[in-house]
């Protein structure tokens, strides 16, 4: 009665599917569109079909004993033996090609694949396609997880495509409210909407009705309260997809008892989860831990719980509207506190330990971890400051990197404040907490701030002995005075905290050290020592297998390096240092990197480079907040370079190749950046994969829209070619752009035509 929206790559799949095997089972969350995928690949295979395609709707039906009397009434059999009813299923259908539809198994799913397993014995013609919460569980079965719709860019990103949700529900919309149209205006709430909903159908067709009485902006604001907000009376509606809560109360009388206690428990989890966290957040009362893998196995065959792949390993979510029927279900059970208690202690644990492994060969891992963890840390924060401010600051000064290495400065540097300000906070992590206080106020810019940080949290140290905070006190002053241009102090101060590093057995904090006193000696002009001290701070790395200082002191020799006059080793140091940051995510890394190569190129009067590389800054130093955020007092070679490059290129130009550099994709410029010297411009551009069959896409995108086609979402795609998720997501949008699309299935099924047989 509806339009079909999307699902071109899903129905291709599923066709693929059925090519291979005579039972195709498509699984998914209640609500993610499992009839109607199934429906519309009947639809288009039903010619490969000529005994029909019969669809056998199962919902209505609890008794098990009476399934094969339902497929002979829905395939119309009239049948006055006492033959039974399988008998009668295996007689009528013998000889024909036949597809049945099996919708709504997984309340039957045990009479449903012995069933299943007797026809396809007896019948080699026939073909099925089950819908289900889960597998049938039987031999030869290919299963499919249909995926919700895809969804809009995020939020901090301008959206240049409609994405299928949002095509779902605008034209759901116009149908409900003659006259609606998707305009400038009301695209970022309906955008906001789609993605609070996860792009799942059922829920953005239901939460569509209530624009009849509500704006969409109402309707945005409405939606904390969506199990009851979404609901619609309709006679020809299943009861049970009526409202949002009827569907999953179905699906939770479907699990057992454990498994409903799991579900509940796990809605604590803000993110996504990995087995250790459940286990260590769910287990007890009820459920020992042992349980957990058995009973997340089986949250996932029924669609509750969604399994996601990537470099950090196989991690489990909920989608938002089943988490919140899970948190209600958490609510009636008492077992709330407890649950967030636990939630809450283990990521505190947690953060101590990616603290700990921030020095060594587990680094990258690390980093990525806090990374995929930070919405969990950031509700375990909330957790925290709730209970008592102390344990917040303590949870967040053990953070400290996360904050720096990712675009969230402010927000660190905000639960730090905010815990400061309760004067009842204990010694020792009140000092740590106001240092850390202080780096990330010298991050946004605001020495002034920092100062005064600083010198309370070195009052405290040196009253009672933290001869580790005093170390990074010590660190951190010299870069405030390296901001205000006194190079001399600074080095006294990173000498002293050189001392207390050392006396703590701190190699972290040795390093990072070591990294600034080479820059004060830079900036002193004394390069003997500006060298040593780098080459001491890479010795250390090496004998920790630790990469990420190691990249900033490649960058800290680097600058050394050009600064005597050899930029070849400059250009080389700073590409090696740019790599490492590439990998690890940090900003602020390449940031620097780019910097120097930048600076290097417009001395060697390579002004073009030097101009798209200024360009590309100025995306990357936006995101940032700042630009060399803690390395302000190098600004004056960024100023001279932009002089240099403009007297060289002349104004016109120099905008022309700055602009040109604020197109590139971030992970274009960086493989530009990497290259030793640009292609050379008589060379003409290099040739597009697959000739010009791929135009206008470049060599990246065409790689991109190769995965796309493969059915890779932006994470695997970024985990496949070691680039962040959000340079997959902004390469997609440019394809999608580019081709005039609105969906990845269009980018497949464009790929698909461009290929070679």
């Not at 969990?376 to 909330?382: K, W």
């Not at 050009?562 to 390449?590: F, I, K, V």
């Not at 070619?721 to 099924?749: M, N, P």
Request: proline share 3%; hydrophobic share 40%.
């Amino acid at each position: 009665m509806t339009t079909f929206v999307g699902r071109r790559r899903e129905m291709a799949e599923v066709k693929r599917l059925l090519s291979l095997s005579r039972i195709v089972t498509l699984t998914g969350p209640g609500g993610v569109g499992k009839t109607r995928l199934a429906l519309r690949v009947a639809a288009e295979v039903r010619r490969a079909y000529p005994d029909g395609v019969w669809l056998v709707e199962l919902a209505e039906l609890d008794n098990p004993k009476l399934l094969a009397q339902e497929l002979v009434a829905a395939l119309g059999i009239q049948s006055r033996s006492a033959e039974r009813p399988d008998e009668v299923l295996i007689e009528h259908l013998a000889g024909k090609r036949t597809l049945v539809i099996l919708d709504n198994c997984e309340h039957l799913l045990q009479a449903c694949g012995m069933l299943v397993r007797t026809l396809l014995r007896s019948v080699p013609e026939l073909h099925i396609l089950a819908t289900s919460l889960q597998p049938l569980g039987i031999f030869s079965e290919q299963s499919y997880v249909v995926p919700t719709l895809s969804l809009p860019a995020n939020e901090s990103e301008q959206s240049t495509a409609t994405s299928d949700a949002v095509r779902l529900f605008t034209e759901r919309a116009e149908a409900v409210l003659p006259g609606f149209t998707l305009t400038d205006r009301n695209r970022e709430a309906v955008e906001r909407i789609c993605r609070r909903l996860d792009g799942l159908p059922l829920a953005i067709e239901l939460a569509v009705v209530r624009l009849r009485a509500l704006s969409v902006e109402q309707l945005l604001d409405r939606l904390d309260d969506r199990l009851r907000l979404l609901s619609m009376e309709s006679s020809a509606v299943t009861s049970r997809h009526q409202t949002l809560r009827a569907l999953l109360d179905w699906s939770y009388a479907l699990c057992t008892e454990k498994e409903r206690l799991l579900w509940a428990r796990i809605s604590v989890f803000t993110g996504s989860l990995d087995l250790e966290a459940a286990e260590e957040v769910c287990a007890g009362d009820g459920i020992d831990r042992a349980e957990i893998v058995k009973l997340v196995i089986g949250l996932v065959e029924k669609s509750v719980l969604i399994r996601d792949e990537g470099p950090g390993g196989v991690r489990f979510r909920l989608l938002e509207t089943i988490r919140r029927y899970g948190r209600e279900r958490l609510a009636v059970s008492g077992e709330r506190s407890a649950i967030e208690l636990e939630y809450r202690d283990y990521y505190r644990r947690l953060s101590r330990a990616l603290k700990a492994r921030l020095f060594g060969p587990e680094q990258m891992e690390t980093l990525n971890r806090m990374r995929v963890e930070y919405p969990n840390l950031r509700t375990a924060l909330e957790y925290c400051y709730a209970e008592r401010a102390g344990l917040c600051i303590d949870m967040a000064s053990d953070l400290l990197y996360h904050w720096v290495t990712s675009y969230h400065l402010g927000e660190g540097r905000d639960w730090l404040e905010q815990g400061l300000a309760d004067s009842g906070v204990r010694v020792e992590i009140r000092a740590r907490a106001l240092a850390a206080c202080g780096w990330l106020a010298i991050m946004q810019g605001d020495p002034e701030s920092a100062t005064k940080r600083l010198a309370e949290s070195r009052a405290l140290a040196e009253q009672f002995g933290l001869e580790q905070v005093l170390g990074y006190v010590a660190q951190y002053s010299g870069t405030v005075a390296m901001h205000a241009g006194d190079g001399e102090t600074a080095v006294g101060f990173y000498r002293d905290a050189l001392t207390h590093h050392r006396a703590t057995q701190d190699p972290l904090g040795e390093v990072l050290a070591l990294i600034r006193l080479s820059l004060a000696y830079s900036s002193l002009g004394d390069s003997e020592r500006a060298v040593a001290t780098a080459e001491e701070g890479m010795a250390i790395c090496d004998a920790h297998g630790e990469r990420w200082q190691k990249a900033y002191a490649m960058t800290a020799l680097g600058f050394e390096v050009w600064r005597q006059g050899d930029p070849r080793r400059a250009a080389s140091l700073a590409r090696e240092s740019l790599r490492t940051n590439r990998l690890l995510g940090d900003p602020l890394g390449m940031g620097i990197s780019l910097e120097v190569l930048a600076w290097i190129a417009a001395g060697e009067e390579d002004y073009a480079r030097a101009a798209e590389l200024l360009g590309v800054l100025g995306n990357l130093w936006e995101a940032t907040g700042a630009r060399m955020p803690g390395y302000e007092y190098l600004a004056v070679h960024h100023e001279e370079c932009v002089a240099r490059t403009r007297r060289g290129l002349g104004d016109e130009a120099f905008r022309a190749a700055v602009e040109r550099g604020t197109r590139l994709s971030e992970d274009d410029a960086l493989d530009q950046a990497l290259l030793e010297r640009r292609p050379s411009p008589a060379a003409g551009p290099p040739p597009k994969a697959g000739g010009d069959r791929w135009a206008p896409l470049t060599r990246r995108e065409t790689e991109i829209a190769r995965l796309v086609a493969r059915g890779m979402s932006n994470k695997e795609i970024a985990a496949s070619l070691v680039i962040a998720q959000r340079t997959a997501e902004g390469h997609v949008e440019h394809i999608l752009a580019k081709l005039g699309f609105t969906s990845r299935t269009q980018i497949a099924a464009w790929v698909a035509e461009h290929t070679s047989p």
